[in-house]
């Protein structure tokens, strides 16, 4: 679910990042170490953190607007570059995100329904990571998988020791 962590907030104005559709909305290699501080990639070499960070694309989001909403599809990965925004679950408490969260890495791995809506605030400027490019970044990198795996396996033994 939402984490946040990344070292610097990042600004559309400070890294470049041109207007959707006009050619400059593809993210590029630089962008690897927001995704090093993401923990499903913490296993990952900078190699392959720049091969995910180059399936980047911006996406904007106008404030009221929904990034993701409950029960749809995990269909990509999203990270916040700029702006806020709110984490409704169907259960629990509100999240907010400001730039350096992220949310939905579990569904590059599984692609199960969101379990949650996240509505932009304000004007929320996003690089989001589709599945169907993951997982053919995947099949022609088998050890991105395996950097994967060892990562959910470390998450899930720390959880074992939790209960």
């Known amino acids: 679910m939402p984490q946040s962590g990344v070292a610097a907030s990042v600004t ?25 501080d993401v923990p499903l990639f913490a296993g990952l ?6 091969r995910i960070a180059g399936l980047g694309r911006t996406r904007r989001f ?7 909403r409950a029960g749809d599809p995990g269909d990509a990965f999203y990270v916040v ?6 984490v409704r679950p169907r ?3 509100t999240l907010k995100l400001s730039a350096g969260a992220f949310f939905g890495e579990m569904a590059l ?14 004007e929320v400027l996003t690089m989001r990571i589709g599945r169907g490019s993951f997982t053919k970044l995947l ?10 795996m060892a990562s959910l396996a470390a998450r ?8």
């Open 139 to 148: 099949k022609s990198d088998p050890q991105i998988s395996s950097g994967l």
């Open 45 to 50: 070499s900078k190699r392959q953190l720049r």
């Open 81 to 86: 570059l700029d702006g806020e925004a709110r």
């Open 109 to 122: 791995v599984d692609g199960a329904p969101r379990s949650a809506d996240v509505e932009a605030i304000g």
């Open 12 to 36: 559309a104005q400070a890294v470049g990042v041109g207007r959707p559709g006009d050619g400059s909305d593809r993210m590029g290699r630089e962008w690897a170490a927001l995704l090093g």
């Open 156 to 163: 899930i033994r720390s959880l074992e020791k939790t209960l």
């Open 91 to 93: 259960s629990g408490r």
């Open 62 to 68: 106008e404030p009221g607007s929904l990034l993701i």
